[in-house]
């Protein structure tokens, strides 16, 4: 079975620093990887997916993260954050089999002035 | 609709009601499936729909819970008999084909048994 670990449960970041985000996961099979934002009362909004090809996946609103296979990590970058940022991100794996998301338990984000 | 559509919002509940929470997905999305997340958790798996079959419901918690999407479009989730530890915010995805990897999600439903 898979499982995904996201170490920090909040991460406070001051406004136009940079940012990374943690993900490491456990699975035996190739995998596919998300992470997607949670913003206050919302649902979820995907901001980047690993798939195949390139191991640096560029996504929405600036964010990037590197898929290694080493490592079994997935880390979510920003080189510049922004008050708007801040918001609850999860990381997510599927491994092809019950056609089913395992998420993590989400890094909360908080950028401040 | 531009996006998938969950009503309520917020359901409040006494313990031990019936309740039903509604799911609209994405016109034309064959696939849809409902997520569980409670307080400070990731959201979990409860059951995914192709067509209007109940193709995976592993994730379950009990026979309290039961899914149907008659038509193959609008997904109803039933719990019965709440109990408190069933508030929680329950997620419903949509993707075009059985593909997970191209779900959206909606908003959400606020469940709080009382």
């Known amino acids: 079975a898979q499982s995904v670990t996201q170490l920090d449960s909040q991460v406070p970041v001051f406004e136009e620093a940079p940012v990374e985000l943690r993900c490491n996961y456990s699975?035996?099979?190739?995998?596919?990887l998300f992470w997607y934002v949670q913003y206050p009362n919302q649902g979820l909004q995907l901001l980047l997916k690993y798939l195949s090809g390139s191991t640096l996946v560029k996504g929405i609103n600036g964010f990037e993260a590197e898929f290694n296979k080493s490592q079994t990590s997935f880390h979510l970058r920003k080189p510049s954050v922004h008050i708007s940022d801040t918001a609850e991100y999860f990381c997510?794996?599927?491994?092809?089999?019950?056609?089913?998301?395992?998420f993590g338990t989400g890094t909360q984000l908080k950028v401040e002035l | 609709g531009a996006g998938v559509s969950q009503t309520p919002s917020n359901k409040v509940t006494e313990k031990g009601k019936y309740v039903e929470l509604r799911c609209d997905p994405i016109?034309?999305?064959?696939?849809l499936y409902w997520y569980r997340q409670s307080l400070g958790q990731g959201p979990e798996f409860l059951i995914y729909?192709?067509?209007?079959?109940?193709?995976?419901d592993s994730g379950l918690p009990n026979d309290r819970f039961f899914a149907v999407r008659p038509e193959g479009s609008v997904s109803t989730l039933k719990i019965q008999r709440t109990e408190r530890g069933d508030s929680a915010v329950y997620l419903c995805a949509s993707s075009p084909t059985s593909g997970i990897t191209e779900a959206f999600f909606g908003q959400g439903t606020r469940l709080t048994v009382v």
């Open positions: 729909f192709q067509g209007t079959g109940a193709a995976d």
């Open positions: 016109s034309g999305h064959t696939a």
């Open positions: 997510a794996v599927y491994t092809g089999g019950g056609n089913k998301l395992t």
């Open positions: 699975s035996s099979v190739s995998v596919y």
